[in-house]
């Protein structure tokens, strides 16, 4: 098989997640049109009204498929399945956060909680869950690993009209991160574009396959 260029694997990876890649451009067009015309607090309490009960239930849950725990786990799974696929995902979760990591101490921006520490009794804050209070807001961390998931199973699935619910359930993680007061909306918008780019560019690193076919081979 002979080898390719950066720019050619790059291109075979984009082919393979155009059904991921266009529909969030849209969703990520929309935020920052949206981003435009309100501030971050304005946002902020916008979001923090429409806490439902059924909310306060489900989105603590739906948060755990962008945690270590779930890493970890889907990675597993993918390595029984296929273990290209798996190696590829625990790969990049790892690199991933590694680059996620370096950005939150760099930017050293604080949390939602901290930000507004002069305001607490103007927030809801969903029963049960333990809202973070540091200087690690940005971006994102469980909105990187959400979209680096998707990215992953876009990229490998057969039928690419699953990446729309792999999408779906990715920005459920990003936006759970902000109904539990947890990061702002720059946050896991940043969070959930580096997930996209960052994992393009390891599958680009490691794809020697001229095709842009994903290797199915265990």
């Known amino acids: 098989m002979p080898q390719s260029t950066f720019a050619q694997r790059f291109l075979q990876v984009y082919l393979q ?6 529909p969030f451009i849209v969703l990520l067009a929309g935020v920052l049109v949206f981003r435009s015309f309100y501030g971050r607090e304005d946002i902020y309490f916008y979001i923090n009204r429409l806490h439902t009960s059924w909310g306060d239930w489900l989105f603590p849950r739906i948060t755990e498929l ?5 890493c970890v786990v889907i990675s597993l799974l993918l390595f029984f399945i296929n273990r290209r696929m798996g190696t590829v995902m625990a790969a990049a979760y790892v690199f991933n956060s590694m680059v996620n990591f370096a950005l939150k101490f760099m930017v050293s921006f604080p949390r939602p909680r901290r930000y507004f ?4 009794h103007d927030i809801y804050f969903v029963p049960g869950v333990e809202v973070l209070d540091n200087f690690r807001s940005f971006p994102s961390g469980h909105s990187v690993c959400a979209f680096t998931a998707a990215t992953v199973l876009s990229y490998y699935v057969k039928n690419k009209y699953w990446s729309l619910l792999f999408l779906l359930l990715a920005a459920l993680v990003a936006y759970s991160r902000m109904y539990m007061s947890q ?3 720059e946050d896991v918008t940043a969070g959930a574009t580096e997930g996209i780019l960052l994992t393009m560019f390891w599958i680009t690193v490691i794809n020697n396959n001229v095709t842009g076919v994903p290797d199915q081979g265990r």
């Not at 997640?17 to 266009?22: A, E, K, S, T």
Request: proline fraction near 0%; avoid cysteine; aromatic fraction near 12%.
């Open 17 to 22: 997640l155009r059904m991921l890649i266009w």
């Open 66 to 70: 962008g945690s270590t725990a779930a």
């Open 117 to 120: 520490a002069q305001r607490l």
């Open 183 to 185: 990061h702002f909306l």
